[in-house]
């Protein structure tokens, strides 16, 4: 649904003047608009657990809102973000209905890609790429695992 909408949207005046439509900008924002609402359920469960105390007792230590923000509520949130993110990242990497609908000759993406190697009969490069999707994700995540336990300084 959101591949159809904005195709609609970026072939009707005045956004057909962007020259958005058959550029990876369009995939760019149809994965983006999927993916927010889990990034923001994500944000606001790690929001409401820092409690106001903790932004009190930095301004009754005559600490400014900016060192609050970059010493207590950024640190406190960032193994959220990260999280969030991971996960965006791999959905958006491995994510197949949007892309379909939106790729066109110079934007497809690895998904796409295998779609179009199965779909033509070469499955062994479709399943070869299907193993490098995997090689390429694992490590990024076991990554990215450490290095959000590493931030949140568990990891000593």
């Known amino acids: 649904m959101i591949a159809l909408a904005l195709i609609m949207v970026f072939l009707t005046f005045p956004f057909n003047q962007l020259g958005i439509y058959g550029t990876v900008w369009i995939i760019v924002i149809a994965l983006m608009t999927q993916h927010i609402a889990f990034g923001t359920r994500t944000m606001n469960g790690a929001i409401i657990q820092i409690h106001k ?33 991971i996960w965006s990242a791999v959905q958006a990497i491995r994510s197949f209905g949007a892309p379909l609908m939106l790729a066109s000759r110079g934007n497809n993406v690895l998904a796409v890609m295998m779609w179009a190697y199965w779909d033509d009969g070469d499955i062994p490069i479709a399943a070869a790429l299907g193993v490098l999707l995997i090689l390429v994700l694992i490590p990024l995540t076991l990554v990215m695992r450490r290095f959000i336990v590493q931030i949140s300084g568990q990891g000593t």
């Open 53 to 85: 105390e903790l932004e009190e007792a930095a301004y009754v230590s005559k600490a400014s809102t900016a060192k609050t923000i970059l010493t207590i509520t950024l640190p406190l949130l960032f193994p959220a973000f990260a999280a969030g993110w």
